[in-house]
């Protein structure tokens, strides 16, 4: 029986790296070695203690990318050696429901679920096995580190096509996270005309400027953010203003106070707090605030594949978002790395299960 290394989570810090059976792929579906998978914030919630989880040990990694080993039965249109991307198995749609015959499974009320089973992707292991509608073949000029960035452009491209045309438009962005600064890019290719990027400290914020997410950083330490947009939009507001952040903080009222008369508020960021808005505030300006919950299809088209494409043609630039790389053996640094951002400056860390040359 043929061994692979993957990484179990027994909750908190406790990680450990485990041998076990390479999985067999079942029918349709895929088998492939995962080549990288970013640590996203989602990943920390336990790590952090913020989550507890009654199934221990689990097993994570849903920014994955990899190239197929083996192919089940009925599988067709894939070959071994291709290198992919993959969609996480926890955005399955039961296919079904109305959420899914409109093309919007990430709304699916089963969604993660096949077979009554919950079902997840494995980056931070050797190998993995997804079902072949959730895989992308990569075209040759993208790498697996930006391949296992796709799924945050791709929740970039889905809040984008959520709100009017940001063509010609000036934009807020509350966070300086890697879903902020790859959602800044994905604005900058859709022809937005100025984002201000508002973050609690310099260095992620400059990172952001430097990488074309943002043209106008914001230090909250520095300058107050509503002023700020303000003052970079002629004292209008920003035409949309997107929140990243989450968390605890009144994060939604303060987007509405830098978002201009008729303007949107798009919420990327989970809350884990109620939220109070001004409705005095909200009612004057006439403003809608809206969610954008991952992403699936929009207008038919896959938003993995916009996302991808944004990559392969360069409109969009991964290099400065991924920050670090670690091997499998060494994922508890990768988490402490990515855990204290402050003390690491990481964006975002690749798990790159084979090695990190
Ligand atoms: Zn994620
Ligand atoms: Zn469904």
Not at 7 to 13: I, L, P, Q, R, T
Request: proline share 4%.
């Amino acid at each position: 029986m043929a061994l692979m290394k993957t990484a179990y989570f027994y909750g908190g810090k406790d990680i450990r790296i485990v041998e076990e059976a390479i999985p067999e792929p079942g029918s349709g579906e895929v088998l492939f070695k995962v080549m990288s998978a970013g640590v996203c914030g989602s990943d920390l919630h336990n790590y952090r203690g913020h989550r507890v989880r009654d199934d221990v040990p689990w097993q994570q990694g849903h920014e994955l990318s990899g190239e197929i080993v083996a192919l089940g039965d009925g599988v067709e249109g894939l070959e071994i050696g291709q290198h992919i991307g993959i969609e996480a198995e926890h955005l399955l749609g039961c296919g079904v429901c109305r959420s899914c015959r409109d093309g919007q499974y990430h709304l699916c009320p089963d969604r993660g679920l096949r077979h009554g089973v919950r079902q997840s992707s494995h980056g931070f292991s050797q190998y993995d096995v997804c079902v072949a509608e959730n895989v992308t073949v990569l075209p040759d000029d993208v790498s697996f580190d930006a391949a296992a960035l796709v799924d945050c452009y791709a929740c970039g491209v889905h809040a984008v096509n959520r709100v009017p045309d940001v063509a010609g438009r000036s934009i807020a962005i509350i966070g300086a996270g890697a879903i902020a600064l790859t959602l800044g890019q994905v604005l900058k290719a859709r022809g937005a005309a100025s984002v201000v990027l508002i973050g609690t400290r310099r260095q992620p914020v400059d990172v952001a400027v430097a990488a074309g997410a943002a043209a106008v950083g914001v230090v909250l330490s520095e300058q107050d953010p509503v002023e700020a947009v303000l003052e970079a939009t002629e004292g209008e507001g920003a035409a949309v203003t997107f929140e990243t952040v989450g968390g605890r903080s009144q994060l939604i009222q303060q987007a509405s106070e830098m978002t201009r008369r008729g303007g949107v508020v798009s919420v990327l960021g989970l809350f884990t707090k109620p939220q109070t808005i001004d409705p005095g505030l909200a009612m004057e300006r006439e403003l809608t605030v809206q969610w954008s919950n991952s992403f699936s299809t929009w207008n038919g088209e896959s938003e993995f594949s916009s996302a991808l494409e944004l990559v392969r043609s360069e409109q969009v630039n991964p290099a400065p978002i991924v920050t670090h790389r670690f091997g499998l053996e060494d994922i508890a640094e990768g988490f402490a790395i990515a855990d204290d951002k402050r003390s690491s400056g990481a964006i975002r860390v690749m798990i790159r299960p084979w090695g990190v040359g």
